[in-house]
């Protein structure tokens, strides 16, 4: 059969999404880009927070219109506890059933590799342990051997994703074997809790040059009181010494964060906590979103903080870390840097790279001109920013 298949949701639902296909693929079936071309049509979904659940039945409910012709399949997160939501007509996969070699969906310049899933870690205002489980950690042969096969095909760069990474047990034992597997060129590191990060972890980062030098660290906020609300642990104290020594220990390290804005009994106090340490801790790039209730967590029965006050106070954060990113990248033009192509833009005449910094689908881009092929590292100097993206010349 022609399959059609949407994913919705992180970098971890996306590796989902690869092995369902691998599994089809083996069973026979094939895969085209348009719904009205398919026998069956597949959205792997996201069901975090309800923005998310609101976007997978907007997406569900603009498949059916193709119900006549073709099986509509519901997978992911929202069949776990919400299949309620899920409209008539359609059918309801178990994500988890199907195993196998992934087939890859994104662009050949890198691959995201799952090594857990699920969390033990029970922070109060989100629901993944309810949803996905308790943390499970997959076999360093099956990492090891999934990485192979792509590093085969000519990917170069690989993105080791779960819920927390430090939680992986021998975390490092396990980044020094992929990085001995043949046409690795790049390893990145996609969550490490602030708590996990081990002098070990940072020493192996600073020594191994296929180690990207970025840490994607989910501080989430830094006051001491919300923190603990939370149930996370640290403060902005704490924090910012981890950023010195994190940078004493990897002098050229790009730090990415997240931060929740309007949780529960957020005063103006503790969001000034917050506004000082960016000031302070000058990350490269950050990621904010407003707090969003979610039935089932202890967060959900705390005082609420009002809409519009989320709403100022996002708008207000993110033109200073928009000030600090500005900052940042006018300090690095001039600069020569290796990047890799992730694909040719034919109506720019420009090759959209990314430098070891730089993560795909989350941070800002390099445009290059010129053509280099997917996949393709090349040397180039930063010459001038637009918008949040860089611009580079070859050299």
């Known amino acids: 059969m022609k399959v059609a298949l949407t994913t919705l949701g992180c970098d971890k639902n996306t590796c989902d999404s690869e092995t369902l296909a691998g599994a089809l693929k083996t069973q026979g079936h094939t895969f085209v880009a348009d719904d009205a071309d398919a026998d069956i049509i597949i959205v792997n979904t996201c069901a975090f927070i309800k923005p998310a659940r609101d976007e997978a039945l907007r997406v569900i409910k603009s498949k059916l ?52 899933d699920g969390c033990n870690n029970h922070c109060s205002y989100c629901t993944i342990p309810s949803i996905r489980g308790p943390y499970k950690v997959r076999t360093e042969s099956e990492i090891l051997a999934e990485v192979t096969h792509f590093a085969k095909l000519g990917v170069p760069e690989y993105i080791l994703v779960a819920q927390d990474l430090t939680k992986y047990p ?8 992929i990085s001995k597997i043949k046409g690795v060129q790049r390893i990145r590191l996609h969550y490490v809790y602030p708590n996990g990060i081990t002098q070990e972890l940072l020493d192996e980062i600073a020594r191994n040059p296929k180690i990207c030098k970025y840490l994607d660290i989910p ?47 957020e005063t103006d106090e503790d969001f000034e906590i917050l506004y000082k340490f960016l000031k302070t801790a000058k990350l490269d790039y950050v990621g904010f979103f407003k707090y969003s209730r979610e039935q089932g967590t202890p967060a959900y029965s705390m005082p609420q903080v009002a809409p519009k006050i989320k709403i100022a106070r996002l708008e207000t954060i993110q033109a200073i870390q928009s000030e600090i990113l500005k900052e940042i990248q006018v300090g690095i033009i001039g600069q020569t840097i290796k990047v890799v192509c992730d694909f040719y833009d034919a109506v720019l005449g420009c090759s959209i790279t990314r430098c070891e910094f730089l993560s795909p689908d989350v941070d800002p881009v390099i445009i290059v001109r010129g053509r280099l092929g997917v996949g393709e590292f090349a040397e180039i100097k930063i010459t001038g920013t637009q918008e949040e993206n860089l611009l580079g010349e070859l050299v």
């Not at 021998?170 to 074997?177: A, F, R, S, T, Y």
């Not at 919300?226 to 730090?255: C, D, F, H, W």
């Open 219 to 265: 501080f989430q906020h830094v006051s001491p009181r919300i923190l603990k609300l939370m149930n996370r642990k640290g403060g902005a104290q704490e924090y910012l010494a981890l950023i010195s020594n994190i940078r004493k220990t990897i002098p050229t390290v790009s730090i990415r964060s997240t931060f929740m804005i309007g949780f529960p009994t």
């Open 65 to 116: 219109k193709y119900k006549n012709k073709a099986r509509i399949v519901v997978t992911g997160c929202i069949t776990v506890k919400h299949k309620n939501l899920i409209p008539d007509g359609v059918e309801v996969w178990e994500i988890g059933k199907y195993h196998g070699q992934k087939l890859l969906s994104t662009l050949q310049s890198y691959a995201y590799i799952k090594i857990a």
């Open 170 to 177: 021998n975390l490092v034992g396990l980044i020094k074997k």
